[in-house]
């Protein structure tokens, strides 16, 4: 059973507010991911972290910024937030294992809606 | 650059009838793939992965997949579906540093 929380699980807010998605994972793992997945559409890594201090951009572009100040924190943060931004946001962690195959672990994910 | 597509964006199907989704992928190095499954509201779980060995690969809730080099493919099967199998069906390869591209993704739909 995996242990990754996201909250929250859904969030309404109007445009050009400030907002932090939560998700923390109690596995220890040193990566963790954030996914942004549309209705009906595959997932796009937007950011990912192989550990404490280290962020990196994913295969999508986003105007979001992530930070990792602890192993088990990985707050996803919108400064303005625009109705573009409205879609679901999934976080993930897996272990560092030798080689590349590790699997990741999902959380629940948010659904954003952006007013 | 790796790339994952699946073949069928819905696929419904009666209870107890026999299920196929597929998957195909493209990479220019070895491969580690996944099959993860998302129920409504829910976040992805893992279903199975292939990383080496044995290329009919088994996995939870009676699904299991083929990994066949020559065709790029990685296609999911269950023998019998029940009505709560109904979800979106993700097909993924391991890219370099662990991240995982996905395909378009498969509804299956069950119906009784």
């Known amino acids: 059973e995996a242990d990754i929380y996201q909250t929250p699980r859904y969030l309404v807010i109007g445009t050009g507010k400030k907002i932090t998605l939560e998700c923390s994972q109690t596995?220890?793992?040193?990566?963790m991911y954030w996914y942004q997945q549309d209705p009906g559409m595959e997932l796009h890594l937007i950011h990912y972290s192989y550990g404490v201090n280290s962020t990196e951009k994913g295969d999508l572009s986003s105007e979001s910024t992530v930070s990792r100040i602890r192993t088990e924190h990985f707050p996803l943060t919108l400064e303005s937030a625009r109705p573009s931004h409205t879609s679901q946001y999934l976080c993930?962690?897996?272990?560092?294992?030798?080689?590349?195959?590790?699997?990741?672990?999902f959380g629940p994910g948010t659904r954003l809606t952006v007013t | 650059a790796q790339s994952v597509t699946q073949l069928d964006s819905q696929v419904p199907v009666f209870e107890e009838a026999p299920v196929e989704l597929r998957c195909n992928y493209s990479?220019?190095?070895?491969?580690?793939l996944f099959w993860y499954v998302q129920y409504p509201n829910q976040g992805l779980q893992l279903l199975l992965k292939?990383?080496?060995?044995?290329?009919l690969v088994k996995g939870i809730n009676g699904f299991e997949a083929e990994f066949n080099k020559s065709q790029t493919s990685f296609h999911l099967r269950k023998p019998s579906v029940h009505i709560s199998d109904t979800a979106e069906y993700f097909c993924?390869?391991?890219?370099?540093?662990?991240?995982?591209?996905f395909g378009q993704g498969t509804i299956l739909t069950v119906h009784p």
């Open positions: 596995m220890g793992h040193d990566k």
């Open positions: 990479s220019s190095v070895s491969v580690y």
């Open positions: 292939y990383l080496s060995g044995s290329t």
């Open positions: 993930a962690s897996s272990p560092r294992l030798a080689g590349e195959s590790s699997e990741q672990y």
């Open positions: 993924a390869v391991c890219t370099s540093y662990g991240k995982l591209t």
